[in-house]
């Protein structure tokens, strides 16, 4: 995360919508969660902040305080 926080992914889908972009991009409504990879995105449904219990990516988004743009090193 921005912060230097690590991300845990507990459960992931393949994206059905190619979003474009560099790989790691994060494409964030107020429900889902997507990363651009080098073909396609994966959608994360299950996440684990540092210091929190896994939840659901809806209600990781609902508690973030600065958007996301890019996961990794960056």
């Not at 107020?30 to 210091?51: F, N, S, W, Y």
Request: aromatic share 2%; glycine share 12%; charged share 20%.
């Amino acid at each position: 995360l921005p912060d230097g926080t690590t991300l845990r992914v507990h459960l992931t889908a393949k994206s059905n919508v190619d979003f474009g972009g560099a790989p790691g991009t994060v494409h964030a409504t107020k429900t889902e969660l997507h990363v651009q990879c080098g073909e396609g995105a994966v959608e994360l449904q299950r996440i684990q902040a540092q210091g929190k219990p896994a939840m659901a990516a809806k209600d990781f988004l609902n508690g973030l305080r600065k958007p996301l743009r890019i996961l990794g090193n960056a």
